[in-house]
């Protein structure tokens, strides 16, 4: 059976018009920036984003990149201080991203923060890239295009060599200017945070806002692409492999659960067991729980394999004893 590739289509209005039109509904699709292909779904839709992880084969939900065409948009995603809107001045378009509070009414997937409360934007200076961000007409969530673990693609059949059929369509633009990802900058705090090097160097954003700190890096608990602790929790505690739950506990369940007892409030993951469904829901229905006053919320086993391993690893830092 010959493999099936994803098309190559190029940058032309009606090639540009298709891409925004299978960004708005749901598919995932490739295109270049200066630094790397990204593989690009809605941020504003959890399907999209869930299948992001799962087409990379992403072993957590590390917090993804907005990508937006211009500042004003950012600035509806994000809460920009003097800093951050200077540094945007000076930069974009172009390889710095920005992690900033996300806005309450930025209308994100919670996993694209991976259930933080601040969110990464940048605004990518390659041409190609503009022009498929306003074709979507939305923020675009976009790491790089390629298996997890793999080199990042700086081509089209990079992007195919690595993805195959995960991806609906590659926006072909030559090969990429930079070709190492995006400087990322932590604006969250006092003192701003240099969370991965890149192109934008430090001494370049020194100069502008003043000594930064570089972060020793934490892969286990990431604040953006490439590092955070227990944000993951809800305020009630969680308890993890519950088959029923008590009726002041709220529940949160996997599959077919018409026959499972007890519980305040319940919400599903999925109930036909499909993990991407489970992901995409995993952050709102937690947060949805919280809110509900219970005294813990109960959680049904996800099975470990695929995206329930990421599902686990974040059920796991929600459940750990609180300092």
């Known amino acids: 059976m010959t493999e099936k590739h994803p098309d190559i289509i190029p940058a032309t209005p009606a090639g540009l018009a298709r ?62 201080d003097e800093r ?6 000076q930069f974009w378009p172009g390889p710095l991203t920005l992690v900033l509070p996300r806005r309450d009414d930025a209308g994100l997937s919670l996993l694209v923060s991976a259930g933080l409360d601040s969110v990464a934007v940048r605004v990518p200076g390659h041409p190609v ?22 080199v990042s ?32 900058l932590d604006l969250t705090g006092e003192t701003p945070v240099l969370l991965r090097p890149g192109a934008v160097l430090r ?32 305020n009630a505690p969680v308890r993890l492999n519950a ?14 659960d018409r026959f499972v007892r007890g519980g305040k409030a319940r919400l599903n993951l999925s109930l036909q067991g499909d993990l991407n469904e489970a992901a995409a829901n995993l952050f709102a229905h937690l947060r949805a729980l919280d809110q509900e006053g219970a005294r813990a919320i109960a959680v049904m086993p996800i099975p470990d394999e695929g995206l329930g391993v990421a599902i686990n690893d974040r059920l796991k830092r929600a459940a750990a004893p609180r300092g």
């Open 19 to 80: 891409a925004g039109e299978a960004l708005r509904n749901g598919e995932l699709v490739a295109f270049p920036t200066e630094t790397v292909y990204g593989l690009g779904g809605d941020a504003t839709d959890d399907r999209a984003v869930a299948a992001i992880f799962a087409a990379k084969g992403r072993p957590q939900f590390n917090p993804l990149i907005a990508h937006v065409p211009d500042l004003e948009s950012a600035e509806a995603i994000a809460v920009f």
């Open 84 to 89: 951050a809107v200077e540094l945007a001045h």
């Open 129 to 150: 890239a503009q022009a498929v961000l306003k074709a979507a007409g939305k923020p675009i969530a976009a790491p790089s295009a390629n298996r997890s673990g793999a």
């Open 153 to 184: 693609p700086t081509a089209p059949h990079h992007v195919i060599e690595s993805l195959g059929d995960r991806v609906s369509m590659v926006v072909a633009g030559g090969k990429c200017q930079v070709g190492v990802e995006s400087t990322v």
């Open 203 to 234: 001494e370049e954003i020194e100069r502008l806002i003043g000594p930064i700190q570089v972060s020793a890096g934490n892969p286990d608990a990431p604040k953006s692409p490439g590092q955070l602790e227990s944000h993951y929790a809800p």
């Open 243 to 256: 088959t029923s739950a008590e009726e002041d506990e709220a529940f949160l369940t996997f599959g077919p």
